[in-house]
């Protein structure tokens, strides 16, 4: 199947190719990108020198949707809602890893927490799959435009939703604190918080109570719940690695329930899922331990002295965290197993 990339120049971009490049099923013939039309692509990441030979182009829907039958957005909040409908019309399937513009179905949350941009019309939005593979499979294999989800949403909802379900936990009381590399950022653009100089011997929080995560996290477990839920959502602590997310919540149980017990419940949950991994007993994960890979690790301790229930789920912010959970939606969406181009190793040390 041929695919394209629009948003060429990007960390998630380069590892949608890195990822692809060695897929059975696929082959990126296009890589779009508006600010290095023109330019071979080894000359931006010169370690594809004699790897990967394509010149990145301008945008031209119409001929784009000739030659490609799906295109990954890999670009900046706020782009990929001016293009994906008129290529869906077109018979291409989108998948979008760049922001709330599909994710959100509240028009006034996206435009609160996304610049105040007006939302795409509806009727896109109802067309639009949450392509979180744990939870919605099914409907990921009939998706015509999928909303890939964000990095901070997939290790926190991954590790909240077996509690919520069973209706475990205090539904009030949920509390993430959430930890990310310098990555996250993105490679265009960059802020000052990311310079070397700011963030060396150093580590920040950011965003506090407006970070555009919240509504998509409330969003995904309040359907997963049946209830309306509200977290406190202490948001992105910049800790100086590149990769990795850590996600720790805590929520108060309702009941007395021993870590084994919660283990074992979580190990059933995620049985058929396989890119989650949850940890034995008195051991947690690291963001070291998932490094380049798509999986998501959860560890669980359940404090029999205060009632509360700690979970610790760590993810490859680049990988399951964007571009290699969208090659698991696409594999998911072209009926090939999910695992395909995706069983690499974690990078250890």
């Known amino acids: 199947m041929d695919v394209a990339i629009i948003g060429g120049t990007g960390y998630g971009a380069v590892e949608l190719i890195r990822f692809l490049h060695n897929h059975p099923h696929v082959h990126v013939t296009k890589i779009i990108s508006h600010s290095n039309s023109g330019t071979d692509l080894a000359e931006v990441y010169p370690h594809l020198v004699d790897i990967i030979d394509l010149e990145m182009i301008a945008l031209d829907i119409g001929d784009l949707a000739k030659e490609v039958e799906l295109v990954f957005f890999a670009t900046p909040s706020n782009v990929s809602k001016h293009y994906i409908p008129a290529l869906v019309d077109q018979g291409v399937r989108c998948i979008d890893l760049s922001g709330g513009d599909f994710r959100l179905r509240d028009g006034e949350k996206y435009q609160a927490y996304y610049g105040g941009e007006e939302m795409v019309s509806q009727s896109y939005i109802n067309q639009a799959v949450y392509g979180l593979p744990e939870l919605n499979k099914e409907q990921i294999k009939q998706a015509s435009i999928l909303a890939n989800p964000g990095c901070f949403p997939t290790a926190t909802t991954l590790g909240l939703i077996p509690v919520l379900e069973k209706d475990l936990v205090e ?150 965290g964007a571009s290699g959970q969208a090659i698991q939606n696409m594999n998911i969406m072209c009926g090939w197993d999910e695992t395909t181009g995706l069983n690499q190793l974690p990078i250890y040390p």
């Not at 929080?205 to 477990?221: D, R, S």
Request: with cysteine; aromatic share 8%.
């Open 171 to 320: 539904r009030k009381s949920i509390i993430i604190d959430a930890k990310t590399g310098t990555s996250g950022a993105g490679r265009g653009g960059l802020s000052l918080n990311v310079h070397f100089s700011e963030m060396n011997e150093n580590f920040k929080a950011y965003q506090l109570g407006v970070h555009k995560h919240i509504p998509e996290i409330e969003q995904v477990l309040t359907a997963r719940a049946n209830e309306d839920i509200q977290v406190t959502f202490t948001p992105p602590h910049i800790v100086p690695m590149t990769r990795g997310i850590m996600s720790t919540m805590y929520v108060d149980l309702k009941d007395s329930q021993s870590t084994g017990q919660l283990i074992a419940m979580y190990e059933d949950y995620y049985k058929n899922d396989p890119f989650v991994r949850i940890r034995k007993e008195g051991i947690i994960p690291s963001t070291r331990e998932v490094y380049g890979s798509n999986y998501c690790d959860i560890g669980l301790y359940a404090d029999q002295r205060t009632g509360k229930l700690i979970i610790v789920s760590v993810i490859d912010n680049l990988v399951k």
